[in-house]
């Protein structure tokens, strides 16, 4: 696998929800190839998800936007690109590192934060680039975890 | 309704000796998470029956589903109302477990 190029998947979509789901199974399809678990692929479907599902409700207000989406194959990481071009500041940055429910009760429970939080716990590494008026970059990456008998 | 999202989403709803069970199939997501709101509404205010909802045949969820399925316990914990949750797939049974949504969840084992 050494020295092997790295191989780069490139979509473009509407920044609407209902094109999500495209993301979803060209993801599929790339880490299928790959030899990524089910588990590990069902885990990157949502975190993928959640970075596009913020290109979507945060990045555009009321005007029509492009997301574009990179997958990256290198050896046996993936990396993948979500794009977004809106004038808006978006909402990931502002999360900070995510929150869950565990320590709430559930008169204290505010609805939102979760999706940045499993982008994070659901893949090896999670970058956001943000400025205002220049758009949102968020990079996921995760590696297939080869067990010691397979090469 | 937009017909075409029927096939990626659906929710029956069934009504059965004081219980509402309402079955999820499909993918819920961003793109279906406003009609599921809507369609969830009067079942979440019927005091007079308890609510159940079926996952066995959802094959997705996000956060914006998990984040409806909050806003449900909440209103239904405000109205002192029962809502569960059963048959829950292994990996939305994952995604609850880290959001930490399971421990407000009563199972019907425990409820």
């Known amino acids: 696998m050494n020295g092997e190029a790295v191989q780069k998947v490139v979509i473009s979509l ?3 929800a209902d094109y999500v789901d495209i993301v979803r199974l060209n993801l599929y399809g790339i880490a299928s190839k ?12 949502v975190a993928v998800s959640e970075a596009c599902n913020n290109s979507v409700l945060y990045a555009y207000g009321q005007e029509d936007g492009t997301v574009e989406v990179t997958f990256e194959i290198n ?33 204290d429970v505010q609805i939102g934060g979760l999706g940045f939080y499993l982008m994070q716990a659901l893949m090896d590494d999670v970058r956001v680039e943000s400025q205002a008026g220049c758009g949102t970059k968020v990079v996921l990456t995760k590696r297939i975890m080869r067990s010691e008998e397979t090469v | 309704m937009n017909t075409n999202k029927n096939e990626k989403f659906n929710a029956t709803t069934e009504s059965n000796d ?19 709101r809507l369609m969830m509404k009067p079942l979440v205010e019927d005091s007079n029956h308890n609510l159940i909802i079926n996952l066995k045949n959802l094959k997705y969820i996000d956060s914006t589903g998990i984040g409806i399925l909050l806003s449900i316990l909440k ?3 405000g109205m002192a109302s029962q809502f569960l949750v059963e048959d829950v797939p292994s990996q939305i049974q994952k995604l ?13 084992e425990n409820s």
């Open chain 2, 96 to 108: 609850f477990d880290m959001t930490g949504i399971s421990k407000f969840f009563a199972t019907k």
């Open chain 1, 34 to 45: 790959m030899g990524f678990s089910y588990e590990d692929i069902e885990d990157m479907k």
């Open chain 2, 75 to 77: 209103a239904r914990h």
């Open chain 1, 75 to 107: 050896g046996d990481l993936l990396s993948i690109t979500v794009k977004d071009e809106g004038e808006s500041f978006d909402n990931l940055a502002a999360h900070g590192e995510g929150s869950t429910l565990h320590d709430k009760e559930l008169d």
């Open chain 2, 18 to 36: 004081g219980t509402i069970t309402v079955v999820l199939s499909g993918e819920l997501d961003l793109s279906v998470a406003p009609e599921f």
């Open chain 1, 14 to 16: 509407p920044a609407s």
